[in-house]
């Protein structure tokens, strides 16, 4: 095992700087032909590359090029109430980090796409699986 010190955010910072149009696995090739041990996970490859891009909070600092355009909801839908849920309860399916992370993972790749309306769909899907309404 390579032991220069590089962590795993760090060497994807670096990796996706050099080649923003690269995946997971091209990623995770890079990290075994440095030497190192395991694989880096799509969720932190994915949040490293939408902070990059600014298209990601996660970095706090990253900012939009442009603002993206709200997703036109039906009235209908504008018009349900939402349930009201306790924070405690947000975990309420066991194993939902899984699904989460691969939520996570269709969402930066339709941001990269730019599609907001698939993108707030996914997300309300996200939602209910999250809160165990799925």
Do not use: C
């Amino acid at each position: 095992m390579a032991t220069d010190g590089t962590s795993k955010t760090g060497f994807v910072e670096d990796y996706l700087r050099k080649n923003p149009d690269a995946n997971e696995k091209a990623v995770n090739e890079a990290w075994r032909e440095a030497g190192h041990e395991g694989s880096i996970s799509g969720t932190l490859i994915y949040n490293v590359k939408g902070r990059l891009s600014g298209k990601s909070s996660a970095g706090g600092e990253a900012k939009r090029a442009a603002p993206m355009p709200k997703a036109k909801s039906s009235p209908a839908r504008s018009e349900q109430a939402r349930p009201a849920v306790a924070r405690s309860s947000r975990r309420a399916l066991k194993g939902t980090e899984d699904l989460e992370a691969e939520f996570d993972r269709l969402l930066f790749k339709l941001m990269d796409r730019g599609m907001p309306e698939v993108e707030e769909r996914v997300r309300e899907a996200r939602r209910m699986v999250i809160l165990g309404q799925g």
